[in-house]
């Protein structure tokens, strides 16, 4: 969707998050669907000619391949940029609202680790059903949610910036981390934030039953607790430290 460069204000970027915690909330409950599937990770289960990875870089991959023009919204970032090429998909004219330097700050590497190695064994059941490409369709769709979230830092930290210029720049131009880090953070947000995914959580993972009465004692879809620590140890964290790269490139 494009945006007119003055639609981007602090309320508006933080309304597109509070809407991003219901794609979260709900890529969490697809997930948990499906058992850890570990075939799905291991290097040896595929015997592709040519491909050497698991099922699930194999979808990343190529999924990413064929959807190459979405990475033309500075919106998205990929996981695997270096088999795309860009050049092939035809323009379109998103609003240019970040700095240049926004291009180069991508983390899905870390992201990557923090959901396969912190996050998915926090809330999937071990196990094994066999599903492996569901499995990895569902990594794929709650991982690109979460990338998405945490890489709209960067506007977060445009719009902050343009608000008050003469705060940040002293710090930016001392790379000053620490000092930027605490001129950005709300910490009355970050409770909102959290208690407002683990309401969520609880709300959309109920089983509803056409008898109200009857909602709150259905059994929970996941643990909603697990929403919450994800944004707590690691989407709200990451997002920040989004914003902190993007402001030390903000006058490059
Ligand atoms: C995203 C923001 O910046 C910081 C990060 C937050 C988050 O990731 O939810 C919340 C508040 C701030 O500490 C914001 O101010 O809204």
């Given at each position: ?229 994800l944004y707590?140890?690691w989407v709200i ?16």
């Amino acid at each position: 969707m494009a945006t007119a460069e003055n639609e981007y204000t602090l309320d508006t970027v933080r309304e597109t998050l509070v809407r991003q915690e219901d794609t979260i909330v709900f890529g969490l409950i697809e997930r948990s669907k499906f058992p850890f599937n570990s075939q799905t990770y291991d290097q040896n289960y595929l015997q592709i000619p040519g491909f050497c990875g698991s099922l699930v870089e194999f979808v990343f991959t190529n999924t990413e391949i064929v959807q190459a023009g979405r990475y033309k919204n500075p919106e998205e970032n990929p996981f695997f940029p270096e088999n795309l090429s860009l050049s092939l998909v035809p323009s379109y004219p998103f609003t240019k609202f970040l700095h240049p330097g926004a291009a180069s700050i991508n983390i899905n590497k870390s992201l990557w680790k923090m959901y396969f190695h912190d996050l998915l064994p926090l809330f999937v059941a071990s196990g094994d059903d066999g599903n492996y490409a569901q499995t990895a369709a569902s990594d794929l769709s709650l991982l690109q949610a979460i990338s998405k979230r945490v890489h709209y830092g960067k506007f977060v930290a445009e719009v902050k910036f343009r608000e008050s210029p003469q705060d940040y720049e002293p710090l930016i131009r001392s790379k000053d981390k620490e000092g930027l880090m605490k001129l950005l953070t709300f910490k009355s947000v970050e409770e909102m934030v959290k208690k407002r995914v683990e309401k969520k959580a609880t709300l959309f993972g109920q089983d509803i039953s056409l008898n109200s009465s009857d909602d709150s004692k259905g059994k929970q879809k996941f643990d909603p607790s697990v929403a919450s620590k994800l944004y707590e140890k690691w989407v709200i964290p990451l997002t920040k430290e989004v914003q902190v790269e993007y402001l030390l490139r903000r006058l490059d």
